[in-house]
């Protein structure tokens, strides 16, 4: 079955980076979108970006642009994301979710990111 | 951005009652490929949002027929008949039509 396991919580200072992953499985890493979403604390959804791994091609919502950076790794079927410059305003739980370039059906476990010093 | 406002903000329903959440989009969903892009989503508490309908009325694999979505252009419906326990949760509608895609604010779906 589709599983997407996503790296466990992380607390960050303010100012520092942090990468999180999202390794797939029961599914072609290389042929589905791996798209990221952001859900600040009691707050909604807000969609990231996404990345196609079989080519690496992105796209990125203005707003996180220089924010966050989307990778994959075809070996190990992993996708990441890199949040820099951190503030508390990025604490958030951060959700990986496999589909098409217009939409997503099956979501990673999320990882929670605390920024604070 | 794609203002997506969905209505009531929070719902009560009886166990075996029927309810609906609407959601309307500040700009017509469709799509130049002529497809609607607008999916619904329920996130149980403490877990990760779990696809229900896409482009607007088609049930993704293993959800209930007591969920139905309807609607067109930049109105949209979620009707849920018979509602049990694990229908409880908050709602989200999302577009993915225009960039960046753009979720609704939620509604909250509780017991009566």
């Known amino acids: 079955q589709v599983q997407l396991q996503q790296s466990g919580t992380e607390l960050v200072k303010p100012a520092s980076s942090v990468k999180i992953s999202c390794k797939a499985s029961?599914?072609?890493?290389?042929?589905?979108?791996m798209h990221w979403i952001r859900q600040q604390p009691g707050n909604g959804l807000e969609w990231i970006g996404w990345?196609?791994?079989?080519?690496?091609?992105?796209k990125y919502n203005q707003k996180f642009d220089g924010k966050a950076t989307l990778t994959a790794d075809k070996s190990s079927s992993t996708a990441y994301m890199q949040l820099s410059s951190l503030t508390s305003e990025d604490s958030a739980v951060y959700f990986c979710?496999?589909?098409?370039?217009?939409?997503?059906?099956?979501w990673g476990q999320g990882t929670l990111v605390t920024v604070s010093s | 951005d794609v203002v997506m406002t969905q209505t009531p903000v929070s719902l009560s329903v009886s166990l075996g009652g029927q309810t609906s959440i609407s959601c309307r989009s500040s700009?017509?969903?469709?799509?130049?490929?002529?497809?609607?892009?607008l999916y619904w989503y329920l996130q149980k508490p403490g877990q990760s949002p779990q696809l229900l309908i896409y482009?607007?009325?088609n049930r993704f694999s293993g959800v209930p027929d007591r969920f139905s979505g309807s609607g067109s252009g930049t109105d949209f419906t979620l009707k849920i008949s018979r509602v049990e326990p694990e229908d409880l949760g908050v709602y989200y509608c999302?577009?993915?039509?225009?960039?960046?895609?753009?979720f609704g604010g939620g509604t909250k779906l509780e017991l009566k």
């Open positions: 700009q017509s969903l469709v799509h130049s490929d002529g497809n609607t892009y």
């Open positions: 979710a496999r589909g098409g370039i217009h939409w997503f059906a099956y």
């Open positions: 029961g599914y072609t890493f290389t042929s589905n979108y």
């Open positions: 990345i196609y791994p079989g080519n690496g091609n992105t």
């Open positions: 999302y577009q993915g039509t225009h960039y960046p895609p753009t």
């Open positions: 482009k607007v009325s």
